[in-house]
Every structure is written in structure tokens, then in C-alpha cells.
């Protein structure tokens, strides 16, 4: 064989070791492992950005949530004295961003808040503006990375997660709610949890959960953290524990009392003082860790690599019809788009 | 592990659209909340991109879920701002948690693995795969090449390391051949090609429809040790302009091989007059990252000894009494692990310890993206202004393709023109062959009717002749006939006479 083709074959695929030799042994130190460490400076110094939606009528304890879970007044209330309480007649996103920083860790935290939602009489296509609004993030992010001359960093501004809260009833999903899920999670992870709960008993907690994920399961609705995506036996392990609590029945709370001389965040009632960070009253803390502490990269990553690359598969398909569509932001249905490569 | 670069929201202005959005009256927590201190900006642009609206910073009425997506800053759903654009600092109250968040993303690539690719680049024999082996602490398997290859070859093998809990994807690239040939004029081109077929392989799977980048085994290169032969004058051409060809294309680390035969008076001579033919030559190598508080020092220092001048060994010596990897020659040994002795423990500082992840972003960040445009500007695509056309990438592709599937099929109507005008012209030919044929036949024919005929007239003149011969014959005959009867009966007379006369 030619010398040249040779190196025609070594410059395209680099030769690979046969699988069976494994990993290869080192004699000593070397000193690989100091790239973790120069990762995390790294993403130290760039910061870190978190976009969340809460979705959920009005009243619910959205904002109170938010606040509760940032430790920080990130949301202002809908209903505040002196203010007129108007309900909009549409939905309306309303975003706000902050800076908030712990520990030497920068984070550009977005929440969007949906006031409106679910609150007229005829609730329909009340959703319609979130997808748009979702579907243009995915947008903004395709066309910033399209260019040909990119920015270093492309500003991510895609919704990463989005709280979805059921009022308790007790009793079962209602339509909207169905509606409302089944759409959303196909194109965000989308995280239910149980508003309000201090107004049901243990009991009565228990057996809402299940009904909720019996009607989730059999309608279909994969709600983060959704079951294709574990990638491994740990991670499944892991998820499923998670997903037998599914959704959280959280309670929100900005106010600080005073029980058994220590001061902890909660809501005081005539029948006694409900702990917010208790695991025993509420699972607010689970929420706070799945979101915050444990699953916060997760829910970036399969933002990223699953539902943008998804929307990036649907926009890029569809060739001959620029226009979006006024109601939802996508593009009209292409039926036979062909999938050529670019 | 590209997920991870996707926020950098310092210098860019902010993101969200300065939209004007509806608001009834002041916001009362801005006012009031002690909590929020009064935002300097974090961001300097901070003000929203310019755009539709971007003038009052107070909140204004319009909310309109029907409109179009029009320019870059419209969107088509009113996003409602809180006063400023800009950021605001919040300060917690508490313990929230996210101070985890760089620990759950070096948890996810450790999970993923890493993936760091070496090309060496050097003359046969300088000590390229030694050096490696040295670097990493293992034996990687390859055999010496030999000096009479015709051209210069690229050979990459991967290994897989594991240290602790982490995984990595390690490939070396060796230039076999590199300065062996008598003409050494196209040396630098394979590395030159296959550094951009490693790009060109990233960029079509960037721009698949269906693609899977997180996963992808990323094979461009990130670093290139570059091995200058210890002479100890100064850089021979070849590396000159070998290394001004890569320079925009990779991350060069020059090195100075085999530095044990240079004594130390001599290679600092030497070294500064690499860096200095390097400068004057507008050689762009790799400069250690210094905007980093944590490892500026540590990078400045080191940059101060470049080309660093490393001897490779494998072989273990005993000095004192420890077992140290060192060169033993009748007059002294060598440590390679020792500072005074050669560079060799700086450089593994800064390859491995220190700048790896930096190598890794210079190579996507920089390298790659020029990569990228050119290409891209290459084959035709702009960035017209993004107000007037929504796609711009997509569309200059559909006109492209367009225009090529409008080429292809002109080109198929010509072939199909000329076919059928060679056809015609053939069926011409065989027609005329096919008359000449029918003419000769009837030639022939009527050629053969007149001689049948001919025959034919011989044969009558032949039977008339033969008639008139017969008739003659008969006529002859009868005429005998006649006159012998005559004569018979005469002689019967003559004879009665007689035979009276007798009587």
C-alpha cells in the first residue's frame, strides 16, 4: 500500500487500541486529574445561568415559592396592599433577573413568571403563550449559534425548568392541568409539584400523589426527571426514589418564627407553626435540592441536549415555510419535511 | 462538556429584549425592599440590545401575543421587564445550595470522560514517543520509524487513561517522516490537512439536523509540542515555516528535544534567540492564559522559560536512594525530574496540570471558530443583517441548493439533447445504409431478371432453330422420301419393262 493513502486513512479516523486492552496503565503520578479542578475554576469564573418558569393560576403561592427557594426576594407579589389587583386578560410572561452569588459562585438566575394563567373563564390555548415564549428562547439560541461569526459565549436564555403547580384539590388532575403538562413536557422539563399543601393531611397527601401519577402515567406525561434519560444504574437508583415522590407537596414561606429558640422560616397558624424546611411537614426541601443542589446541571443538560436539539431537528427540517405560525411560535407543519444534512 | 461554555453574560449586553410591558403602578419591592442594593450594572453594556422599545426604562402598557416576530430584539411575546435592564444583586438570606453547581458539573464530565489530543511534531529520531511516554508515566507501544519514508504521514493512536476517578481520552499524532526527505517543501501540508479534516469532521456534525454533540469523541487537536533540534544556534527554516503555517490553526508549544546536549551557558544563548526569530517572524505561539488570578503567577513564571528544554527518559536510576527516571552517561546523570537539570517538570506543569482545559476552550473558542468562518464564508454564506432575512443560514442554503439542483438538471437536459442527436444522426446513417442495400438488392435483381431474360430468348432462338431444323429435316425427308419412291416406281417400271421386255 501506498504511503500516501496511508496517511490519508491516519488522517481521517486516529488508529484506535483493540477494546480488549482496556484501559491503559499508568506507572505513576501524572497528574491528569488537576483538569477537574481547572474546569471548575473555569466555570467558576463564567458563572452560571438558571432560567426557571413557575406556571400556575394565580394565588397558588408562586412568587412566595420562588422567594422561598432563592432565600431572597427574586419575585415581588401579585397582591400587595395599595396596589391594583387587575386580572390580565391574557397571559402575559413577565421575567426577571438577578445576580445572586454564594460562596465564590456567580449565577444569573431568570424567573419568568405566568400571571393570567388559568385564571379566565375559558381557559383555552391559555398555553400557547408559554410554548411561544419557550420556542423563541430555543430561537435566539439557533440563530446565535448559526452565525458565522459567534459570540465567545452564547447567551443562554432557554427555560431550563418549569414548576407547574397544582392547586390541592385532592382528588385528581384537572383538564387543564393534563392539557397543560402533556404539551409542555415535550419541549421542557417540566417539574409539578402540589401548592398550598399545608391544606391536606399526610393521608390525604399520599393518596393525591398517587392518583396524580397514576393520571400522569396514564396519559403519558413525562415529567422531569424523565425516565429515558438515566444514564446510567446509579443515576436510575437515584431518579427512582425520586420519582416515587413526584409531585412535591410544598409549602412557601417568607416569614421567620421562632420555634424551640431557633428561628426557621415558616407559617404560623392557631394550630401551630408549619416548618417549611421540615422534612416531616412539607418536601419543600426536596424540591429545593432536586432543583438547586443536586439536579441543577442535569436540567441544563437535557435542556440543551434533548429538547433544543429537538426543536433545532423541527426548525431546520422545515424548508419553504419561514413564517411562524402567530399562535405557538413554530413553524406550520412541514408533514414530509426530509431530513437532508446540511 | 461544550453545554457548559453556553453562559458568558458579563460583557455581552443582556439578553432579554428591552420590551415595554404593562404595569399598573410602581413596583413596590424596588422602592422599598432594603434587600436589593442599587444595581451598578453588572454587565457594562448593561442596557438592553437596541431595538424596538428600548428607550423609557420605566414600564409602559403593551402587551401583544399576536405579533409577528419582526427584528432581532422583537419578540413576538411581550415579556414584561422589571424597571432596569440591568442586573440586579440580590443577597440571600440564607443558605440556598447552588455553590454546588461547578461540583455537579465536574461530576457530569467526569462521568463523560475527557478528551485530550497531542500532535508531535519533529524530525525522526528526536525523542518524540520517548517524551510522551515519560509525560504520562506509561508505555505507549509504537516501534522507531525509519528515516527513508517519502513523505510525511501522520500516525494517531488513542489511549485510554484513568487517574483516580478520572477518565481520559488521550490521542498522540506523530509526524513520521517529518525532515527526512531531501525536498522538504511540502512537509507542513498532511499536518496541515489533517489538523483542518479534524475540523471539517466537528463542523459537519455541528451542522447535522440530527446530531449528537455531546457525545461526540472530539478528535481536533489541542496542543502541539513542537521539537526544535538542540543545534543550539538557531531555528532551521523548516521549522520557521512549519510553524508559521500552524500557527493560526493550533496551539504551539515549542520545545527544545534531547537538552542534555546543550550545556547551560549555551541554552540560554540558544533560547532566547528561538523566542526572538519566533517574534520577528510573527510566529503566534501558545500563550499560557495570565487573566486568571489563581494560575496567572504560576503561567507568567513559566512563560519566562519558553521553549522549554526537556530530556525524556523511561529508565529508572537510582540516585541517593530513590529511583528516579534519569539519562546515565559515564560523566554524570541526568535527572529528568529535576529543575536544575532540564525543563522537563515545567512543561508537564503546564501541559497537564495547569493549562489543559485552557488548551482545550483556545481550540474550540479560537481555532475552531476561525475555522469555521472561513469555511462557512467559503462556501457562500453571510451574515446578512438578521432583520431581513429570518434564517439566514437556512436560505442561502435553499437558494444554493437550488441553484445547484437547477445546474444539475440543465446539465441533464444537454446530455439528454446530445443523446438524442447522436441518435437521430445514427438512425440517418443505418437509413442510408439500409437504401444503399435495397438499391443494390434491386440491382441485382433486375441485373439477374435480364439475364434470365436473355437466357430466356436464347433458349426460344435455340428450340426455333431446333423447329426449323426438325421441319427442314422432315422436309428433307419427305422430299427423300418422295423421290426414292419416285425412282422406286420408276425402277419398278423399268424393271416391269424388263421384265416385259423379257417376257
Redesign the interface.
Known amino acids: 500500500m501506498e ?2 493513502e ?2 490519508m486513512e ?8 483493540p477494546p480488549d486492552h ?15 479542578e ?13 432560567n426557571i418558569m413557575v406556571v400556575g393560576q394565580s394565588g397558588l403561592g408562586k412568587s412566595t415559592m420562588v422567594n422561598t ?6 419575585s ?1 407579589k401579585a397582591s ?1 396592599p ?3 389587583e ?1 386580572i ?1 386578560k ?16 456567580k ?4 424567573v ?1 413568571d405566568t400571571p393570567g394563567f388559568g385564571d379566565q373563564i375559558n381557559n383555552e390555548n391559555c398555553w ?2 408559554i410554548i ?2 419557550i420556542n ?1 428562547q430555543y ?2 439560541y439557533l ?1 446565535e449559534e ?12 432557554r427555560v431550563h425548568g418549569c414548576v407547574y403547580f397544582i392547586p390541592p384539590t385532592g382528588h385528581w388532575l384537572r383538564p387543564l392541568d393534563l392539557e397543560f403538562m402533556r404539551r409542555l413536557s415535550k419541549i421542557v422539563n417540566v417539574v409539578p409539584v402540589i401548592a398550598k399543601a399545608d391544606t391536606l393531611t399526610l393521608e390525604e397527601r399520599e393518596e393525591f400523589k398517587q392518583r396524580i401519577q397514576r393520571d400522569l402515567k396514564a396519559h403519558a406525561i413525562s415529567v422531569y426527571p424523565q425516565e429515558d434519560f438515566d ?2 444504574p446509579d443515576d436510575r437508583l437515584l431518579n427512582d426514589r425520586i420519582r416515587e415522590k413526584i409531585p412535591f407537596a410544598v409549602v412557601g414561606a417568607d416569614q421567620e418564627h421562632q420555634v424551640n429558640g431557633k428561628r426557621v422560616l415558616g407559617r404560623k397558624t392557631k394550630w401551630g407553626i408549619i416548618e417549611v424546611e421540615n422534612p416531616a411537614h412539607c418536601e419543600f426541601p426536596m424540591l ?2 432536586l432543583l ?7 436540567l ?2 437535557i435542556t ?2 434533548v429538547h433544543y ?1 429537538s426543536y ?2 423541527r426548525r ?2 422545515e ?2 415555510r ?3 405560525s ?1 399562535n405557538n ?1 413554530l413553524p406550520g407543519r412541514d408533514e414530509d419535511g426530509d ?4 | 462538556m461544550e ?8 460583557l ?1 449586553p ?3 429584549a428591552p420590551f415595554p ?2 404595569e ?2 410602581q ?3 424596588l422602592a422599598s ?1 432594603p ?2 442594593r442599587a444595581p451598578p450594572g ?1 454587565g457594562g453594556a448593561g442596557r438592553g440590545r437596541g431595538g424596538a422599545g428600548a428607550g423609557p426604562p420605566r414600564r409602559v402598557a403593551m ?1 401583544q ?2 405579533q ?2 419582526a427584528g432581532s430584539a422583537a ?8 424597571a432596569n435592564d440591568d ?25 463523560q470522560g ?1 478528551c485530550f489530543n497531542i500532535l508531535c511534531v519533529g524530525e525522526t529520531g528526536i525523542g518524540k514517543s520517548t517524551l510522551m511516554d515519560t ?6 507501544e509504537s516501534e522507531p520509524a525509519t528515516h527513508n ?20 481520552k488521550l ?1 498522540i ?1 506523530d509526524t513520521v517522516g517529518f525532515g527526512d526527505q531531501i525536498n522538504k517543501d511540502d512537509s507542513y501540508k ?1 499536518i496541515v ?2 489538523i483542518d ?1 479534524q475540523f471539517e469532521a466537528y463542523l459537519q456534525e455541528e ?5 449528537s ?2 457525545n461526540y469523541h472530539d ?1 481536533r487537536i489541542h496542543a502541539c509540542l513542537y521539537f526544535i533540534a538542540p543545534t543550539g544556534h538557531s531555528l532551521k527554516s523548516l521549522d520557521l515555516v512549519t510553524m508559521k503555517k500552524l500557527d493560526s490553526k493550533v496551539n504551539i508549544i515549542p520545545i527544545i528535544a534531547k537538552a542534555d546536549t546543550i550545556a547551560k551557558n549555551e541554552l540560554h544563548k540558544f533560547k532566547s534567540k528561538i523566542m526572538s526569530e519566533l517574534v520577528s517572524n510573527g510566529v503566534q505561539i501558545y500563550q499560557f492564559p495570565t487573566d ?1 488570578e ?2 496567572a503567577e504560576i503561567n507568567a513564571t513559566m512563560s519566562v522559560h519558553l521553549p522549554f528544554a526537556v530530556v525524556g527518559s523511561t529508565e529508572e536510576v537510582k540516585i541517593g536512594n530513590k529511583m528516579a527516571k534519569a539519562r546515565q552517561y559515564p560523566w554524570g546523570v541526568v535527572q529528568v525530574e529535576n529543575e536544575n537539570h532540564c525543563d522537563f517538570v515545567k512543561l ?2 503546564m501541559l ?7 488548551l482545550r ?1 483556545q481550540t474550540h ?1 479560537r481555532h475552531y ?1 476561525l475555522y ?2 472561513c469555511k ?2 467559503e462556501m457562500g ?3 446578512t443583517d ?1 432583520d431581513s432575512k ?6 442561502t ?2 437558494a444554493k441548493r437550488n441553484e445547484f439542483l437547477g445546474e444539475l438538471q440543465k446539465k441533464e437536459d444537454e446530455m439528454r439533447q446530445m443523446f438524442v442527436m447522436r441518435v437521430k444522426e445514427k438512425e440517418a446513417e443505418l437509413k442510408e445504409a439500409e437504401k444503399d442495400l435495397h438499391e443494390k438488392f434491386d440491382h441485382l435483381k433486375r441485373t439477374h431478371q435480364e439475364e434470365k431474360k436473355k437466357v430466356e430468348d436464347k433458349k426460344k432462338e435455340l428450340e426455333e432453330e431446333l423447329n426449323n431444323f426438325q421441319k427442314k429435316k422432315a422436309a428433307a425427308q419427305l422430299l427423300q422420301s418422295q423421290a426414292q419412291q419416285a425412282g422406286s416406281q420408276q425402277t419398278k417400271k423399268d424393271k416391269d419393262k424388263k421384265n416385259a421386255s423379257f417376257t
Open positions: 504511503p500516501q496511508r496517511s491516519a488522517a481521517a479516523v486516529p488508529q484506535e487500541l482496556g484501559v491503559h496503565e499508568l506507572f505513576g503520578y501524572v497528574g491528569i486529574e488537576a483538569v477537574l481547572q474546569m471548575k475554576v473555569k466555570t467558576m469564573k463564567m458563572g452560571f445561568e438558571f427557594l432563592f432565600k431572597s426576594k427574586v415581588r400587595q395599595g396596589q391594583e387587575r390580565p391574557t397571559v402575559q410572561l413577565q421575567s426577571v433577573t438577578h445576580v445572586i452569588e454564594e460562596k465564590g459562585v449565577m444569573k438566575l431568570t419568568t400557547d403563550p411561544k415564549y423563541e430561537e435566539r440563530r448559526i452565525l458565522i461569526t459567534r459570540k465567545r459565549k452564547i447567551p443562554d436564555s444514564e446510567d429545593r435540592d438547586i443542589r443536586s439536579h441543577l446541571q442535569d441544563k443538560d440543551h441536549n436539539e433545532r431537528v431546520l427540517n424548508s419553504n419561514p413564517a411562524l402567530s411560535g431530513e437532508s444534512n446540511l | 453545554s457548559a461554555f453556553g453562559a458568558f453574560w458579563g455581552i443582556m439578553l432579554e410591558h404593562a399598573s403602578a413596583h413596590p419591592d425592599s434587600a436589593l453588572r402587551l401575543p399576536q409577528q416576530a419578540m413576538a411575546v411581550a415579556v414584561g421587564r422589571a442586573l440586579r444583586n440580590l443577597s440571600l438570606s440564607g443558605h440556598v445550595g447552588f455553590d454546588s453547581l461547578p461540583d455537579q458539573l465536574v461530576n457530569k464530565s467526569t462521568s475527557f509525560l504520562f508515566n506509561t508505555k505507549f519514508e517519502p513523505g510525511v504521514r501522520l500516525k494517531a493512536r488513542s489511549y485510554e487513561l484513568q487517574e483516580s476517578n478520572v477518565r481520559l490521542t499524532v498532511p490537512e489533517y479534516a451542522l447535522k439536523i440530527k446530531r454533540l455531546f478528535t486568571e489563581t494560575v508537564r506543569e497537564i496540570r495547569v493549562n489543559m482545559e485552557d476552550e473558542t471558530e469555521r468562518r462557512l464564508e454564506f453571510k451574515d438578521p429570518p434564517f439566514s443560514l437556512q436560505e442554503y435553499e
